[in-house]
């Protein structure tokens, strides 16, 4: 079950939810959501769940633009403080858990997440949830500036219906990135990667965690 919280001495402050491990491996995992979403949404929930159940602690934490408003998308300007909470998240983390630290998010979380990496190595490893990699309909907007300075190994889990990245897409940029990577395809999803209102996709949490267990062992 996981537990609120809550770090407001940080600056931006932390604060999600933290699902504790079963068994402790002494990793742990930051994950965050898209520009529509929050820490409590299906895809992050479900994944923290299969996460911890494998002796991972993971926290679901809000960004600072939904700290400070409950529904709308993030406003201009408001990424760099984005990225600051999700810094500081991971040191929460880093200070409580004595294992490797990993860096995840879905959509704008997650490319904040990877361009908090390119500007600093602060994690040991990328979990990209339905990378934003350009607008729908808009394929020349390329959002991959920045995958050339991120050291560290990423995954990619992208749908194989996504508007904002198709797969060929998503292989293109990520041989941009000077580190390992590997793409695990998620057959007739689009962007929600099957996670919509109440529908969830059952077996993409443990083909995730697998897959992310694989790479990173």
């Known amino acids: 079950m996981a537990d609120p919280i809550s770090i407001p001495s940080a600056d931006p402050p932390v604060r999600g939810f933290l699902d504790r491990p079963t068994s402790a491996s002494g990793d742990a995992l930051v994950l965050t959501h898209g520009a529509g979403g929050n820490a409590q949404s299906a895809?992050?929930?479900?994944?923290?769940?299969?996460?911890?159940?494998a002796g991972f602690a993971v926290l679901r934490c809000d960004l600072p633009f939904r700290q400070?408003?409950?529904?709308?998308?993030?406003?201009?300007?408001?990424?760099?403080?984005?990225?600051?909470?999700?810094?500081?998240?991971?040191?929460?983390?880093?200070?409580?858990?004595?294992?490797?630290?990993?860096l995840g998010g879905q959509s704008y979380g997650g490319r904040q997440a990877s361009m908090l990496c390119a500007e600093r190595k602060i994690a040991d490893g990328l979990l990209l949830l339905s990378y934003p990699l350009h607008p729908p309909g808009k394929p020349e907007q390329l959002r991959t500036q920045h995958l050339s300075q991120i050291q560290i190994p990423?995954?990619?889990?992208?749908?194989?219906?996504d508007p904002f990245g198709s797969i060929d897409?998503?292989?293109?940029?990520?041989?941009?990135?000077?580190?390992?990577?590997?793409?695990l395809p998620v057959e007739g999803a689009g962007h929600d990667l099957g996670f919509k209102g109440k529908a969830k996709r059952e077996d993409l949490p443990s083909s995730v965690l697998r897959e992310f267990q694989a790479f990173f062992s």
């Open 68 to 102: 400070l408003r409950r529904f709308g998308p993030p406003r201009p300007g408001e990424a760099i403080r984005d990225r600051q909470g999700l810094a500081n998240a991971v040191t929460a983390m880093q200070k409580e858990y004595s294992g490797r630290v990993f």
């Open 43 to 53: 895809l992050l929930v479900a994944l923290a769940e299969a996460f911890s159940g």
């Open 154 to 161: 990423v995954i990619f889990a992208q749908g194989t219906r």
């Open 169 to 183: 897409e998503i292989e293109a940029a990520r041989k941009q990135i000077p580190a390992k990577t590997l793409l």
